[in-house]
């Protein structure tokens, strides 16, 4: 095969290859719908998962602040046990470690890493 054969060879199959904008436009639509069907499943999740949010309507802004508040509260609380567990002179798992600041703690209480440094100095580390 000459190398202008070739070249035709190629053309043609790319031709054959190539969508059409109707073809376009319906992969385009279809992929969108798949993704506004993934974002509404998700959402729908949280709606299953975050307390307060069962059987209400699904406003998407509601959702996503609910779940913010809710995720801080239980971090708050996670951060509050591992707390009590330092003060207690427990080891605290290092995922459960969130090295919060004094200043950051808005209950004014003793964060993990104070309570670390406090049980160090009075020779209660590593209980």
Same mark, same amino acid.
């Given at each position: 095969?000459?190398?202008? =054969? *070739? &070249?035709?060879?190629?053309?043609? +199959?790319? =031709? #054959?290859?190539?969508? $059409? =904008?109707? @073809?376009?436009?319906?992969?385009?639509? +279809?992929?969108? #719908? %798949?993704?506004? =069907? +993934?974002?509404?499943?998700? /959402?729908?999740?949280? &709606?299953?998962?975050?307390?307060?949010?069962?059987?209400? !309507?699904?406003?998407?802004?509601?959702?996503?602040?609910?779940?913010?508040? /809710?995720?801080?509260?239980?971090?708050?609380?996670?951060?509050?046990?591992? *707390? @009590?567990?330092?003060?207690? !002179?427990?080891?605290?798992?290092?995922?459960? #470690?969130?090295? #919060? $600041?004094? +200043?950051?703690?808005? *209950?004014?209480?003793? $964060?993990? @890493?104070? $309570?670390?440094?406090?049980?160090?100095?009075?020779? %209660?580390?590593?209980?």
């Amino acid at each position: 095969m000459s190398a202008s =054969e *070739d &070249t035709h060879s190629n053309s043609q +199959a790319e =031709e #054959k290859n190539r969508l $059409t =904008e109707v @073809e376009k436009r319906n992969n385009h639509v +279809a992929s969108e #719908k %798949k993704r506004r =069907e +993934a974002i509404r499943y998700a /959402f729908d999740r949280l &709606t299953t998962l975050v307390p307060g949010l069962e059987g209400q !309507g699904r406003s998407e802004g509601v959702v996503l602040q609910r779940t913010a508040e /809710f995720l801080h509260e239980q971090l708050g609380e996670n951060q509050r046990l591992a *707390d @009590e567990l330092a003060r207690r !002179g427990a080891d605290v798992p290092e995922h459960l #470690k969130m090295y #919060k $600041t004094q +200043a950051s703690r808005s *209950d004014g209480g003793e $964060t993990y @890493e104070s $309570t670390k440094r406090r049980n160090s100095a009075n020779g %209660k580390a590593g209980r």
